[in-house]
């Protein structure tokens, strides 16, 4: 990716993790546009955002704030992580995760 490209998609990119409208309205206009870098960061929020509600309907049958705790301190980690990778300009893949978002979500962006 040139700089040029990433400068033009930066904004979506970093917005596509705010909050789940957030991540829509940086799909429909990276929609539109098809930056690369938003691209990225766009496959990646989703997969967060799949990821945390899934595991977040589990966790809650649990009941215990100690499990509850680790699981938002974990999401918590890989969210600040990857809206500063958007931020700094940077198309690295959340840890653990990114890499399987990156091939599940192949098909946005293209």
Known sequence: MTEETIQQGKTMAFVSYLTLVGLLV???VNGE??????SFHVRQSLGLWITFMALGYIIGYFDSWLITFAFWIFFGVLFIYSFMTAVSGKAKAAPLVGKLYQRIFSAIGK
């Open 33 to 38: 546009k098809r930056n690369p870098f938003t």
């Open 26 to 28: 940086a799909l429909v």
